[in-house]
Structure formats: C-alpha cells, structure tokens
C-alpha cells in the first residue's frame, strides 16, 4: 500500500510533471473558533479540530451558507454537482511528519477533506516551523481554544482526586476568559495558514490506523510561529490527561507523535516507485 508521510522532493518524469492549472481554491466556513458546532479535541497523538458537514451543494445558496465548513476545490478535481469538498478535520502534529528534501519541521497542520458526493479524500499538509520572533496570532487564536480543553480536563482530574480524599471542590470551566476572548470573525484557515499557493501533490495514506488511501498537497512554503507557541502545542499534546486523570499521549521517548518517514521507493502495485508532483510559478499564476 501507499504509506504516508515522506520525503518530498521532486521524482522528475512524467509522473512528476505539474498538472494542475490552477491553485487550491478555497472559502473559508460560516463558524468563529468558539461556535459550539465546532469540537476540540486532545487526541493521544494530536490535536483536533473537527466540523460539521455542510447542509447542501450549492455554495453560492445563502441556504448552504449557514453551518458551512471550510471548503476546498482541488486542481484536477471535478464534479458534476460540486468542485468543493468539505473540511472534516484539522489536525497538529510534533514534530513534522513529511519532510522536504531531507529538512525536518518542528510541527505539521493537516486538514483533511472528503468531497460531498464522489467520497474523495484530499489532505492539505502544512509544515511549521518556529523561530524566536515567529508569534502568530490566527495559531495562537486555535491554541487558545485547545488550552481550555486542557484546562477543563486538568480541573476534572484534580476534582476526582479531591473526591477520593473526601473533598467536593467545584469544577472550574474558566468560562470568563472564554467570553473575553470569543472572536467575531469567521474562521477561515486557508487565509489563516496557507502561505503560498503551491505544493508537493502524492498519493498516499493518512497517517494513522487504518492508513486509508488519500491524495497528498503538502504546501511548499512552512507557516511561521514562536519557540513558545510551539512548546505550549507540545505541552498540549505530551502531557493531556482525561478525566480520570490517565495520561493520553502516545509519544516516544523523543517526544514524537509523529509517524516515521515511509519508503517511496517501490510502490507495490507497480513495482516501481512513487512519483511526486512538484507545482511551482512555472506551472500556475495565483488567482487574481
């Protein structure tokens, strides 16, 4: 089968020769951060956005509007009713889990899509990398939102201890600091984190049980946060605990979730190895 993450780089051949015409086009959803129709998530190897699906086709209905997702219109992938696909999740992985020519990220972004109607899978990665001076407020906005379920499942484990020693503290939801920081603007995650408009295109896997066929676009230019920003995502993620106060990460002694870089060099199908699409300004102009 063809496994996910590798290492991208340019195959050459025709396999590897950009066909797409035009750029991943996108609109972001109809939800802010703190809409409670959106769910997060401190998975044991990541964590998760999760949204709802959109009520019907058409995105020009104002209808279809209400409750949207963010949407995707992947090159070279058209259909009768809909060029969209829905966001389903968006995910945060440390470190990095694909790699570029060999260079390692510090994080990885990955938004995964299913289109309404031909149940195609599309994963847009992006890799992140920190810096000293790289603060980012749109990260920051999303982190914020994954801390209160972090501090909501610290409360809970310290309240249950308190019970088993006879005390019945209340459990604190923080919600003050919730409502002074609910933001007005819709999210929009393209605009948000995508910093350029080409990618490494492949077909390959998610990257976690069952490991089910998806295609690949891996944005060629890394979003950019602080040294802070990423040790409080890591903290998030390595040292969760869940109600009952277990522990939820599932990192090794590197402190990795990630999964490790897979072989491309023979595709089991084919018997030869996997090509990667390269798409750069040579190929496509950026829409107006």
């Given at each position: 089968?063809?496994?996910?993450?590798?290492?991208?780089?340019?195959?050459?051949?025709?396999?590897?020769?950009?066909?797409?015409?035009?750029?991943?086009?996108?609109?972001?959803?109809?939800?802010?951060?703190?809409?409670?129709?959106?769910?997060?998530?401190?998975?044991?190897?990541?964590?998760?956005?999760?949204?709802?699906?959109?009520?019907?086709?058409?995105?020009?209905?104002?209808?279809?509007?209400?409750?949207?997702?963010?949407?995707?219109?992947?090159?070279?992938?058209?259909?009768?009713?809909?060029?969209?696909?829905?966001?389903?999740?968006?995910?945060?992985?440390?470190?990095?889990?694909?790699?570029?020519?060999?260079?390692?990220?510090?994080?990885?972004?990955?938004?995964?899509?299913?289109?309404?109607?031909?149940?195609?899978?599309?994963?847009?990665?992006?890799?992140?990398?920190?810096?000293?001076?790289?603060?980012?407020?749109?990260?920051?906005?999303?982190?914020?939102?994954?801390?209160?379920?972090?501090?909501?499942?610290?409360?809970?484990?310290?309240?249950?201890?308190?019970?088993?020693?006879?005390?019945?503290?209340?459990?604190?939801?923080?919600?003050?600091?919730?409502?002074?920081?609910?933001?007005?603007?819709?999210?929009?995650?393209?605009?948000?984190?995508?910093?350029?408009?080409?990618?490494?295109?492949?077909?390959?896997?998610?990257?976690?049980?069952?490991?089910?066929?998806?295609?690949?676009?891996?944005?060629?230019?890394?979003?950019?946060?602080?040294?802070?920003?990423?040790?409080?995502?890591?903290?998030?993620?390595?040292?969760?605990?869940?109600?009952?106060?277990?522990?939820?990460?599932?990192?090794?002694?590197?402190?990795?979730?990630?999964?490790?870089?897979?072989?491309?060099?023979?595709?089991?199908?084919?018997?030869q190895g996997r090509?990667?699409?390269?798409?750069?300004?040579?190929?496509?102009?950026p829409d107006p």
């Amino acid at each position: 089968r063809k496994q996910s993450p590798v290492d991208l780089h340019e195959t050459g051949g025709e396999g590897g020769k950009c066909t797409a015409v035009h750029e991943i086009r996108t609109r972001g959803g109809a939800h802010r951060l703190h809409d409670t129709q959106l769910e997060y998530l401190i998975e044991s190897n990541k964590l998760r956005m999760v949204f709802p699906r959109r009520p019907c086709l058409n995105v020009e209905d104002d209808r279809c509007w209400e409750g949207r997702p963010p949407l995707a219109d992947f090159p070279n992938w058209s259909s009768g009713q809909t060029h969209f696909s829905d966001m389903l999740n968006l995910d945060i992985k440390v470190p990095g889990e694909h790699t570029i020519k060999g260079e390692k990220f510090d994080a990885e972004l990955q938004m995964l899509h299913l289109h309404l109607t031909d149940q195609r899978m599309g994963l847009i990665g992006v890799p992140i990398r920190a810096t000293n001076t790289g603060f980012n407020r749109e990260y920051q906005n999303v982190l914020d939102q994954f801390q209160d379920v972090y501090n909501d499942n610290k409360a809970e484990c310290s309240a249950r201890r308190s019970l088993r020693k006879g005390f019945r503290p209340p459990i604190s939801k923080n919600e003050t600091s919730r409502v002074a920081r609910q933001l007005q603007e819709k999210f929009d995650p393209y605009t948000d984190f995508l910093k350029t408009v080409y990618f490494y295109r492949y077909h390959g896997s998610n990257t976690e049980p069952p490991c089910f066929p998806i295609t690949w676009f891996v944005m060629t230019t890394p979003l950019v946060i602080s040294m802070e920003q990423l040790r409080q995502t890591q903290s998030l993620i390595l040292t969760n605990v869940d109600g009952s106060c277990r522990k939820t990460s599932v990192h090794n002694n590197e402190q990795s979730v990630a999964r490790p870089i897979q072989d491309l060099a023979n595709d089991p199908a084919t018997g030869q190895g996997r090509p990667i699409m390269f798409c750069d300004a040579t190929d496509f102009s950026p829409d107006p």
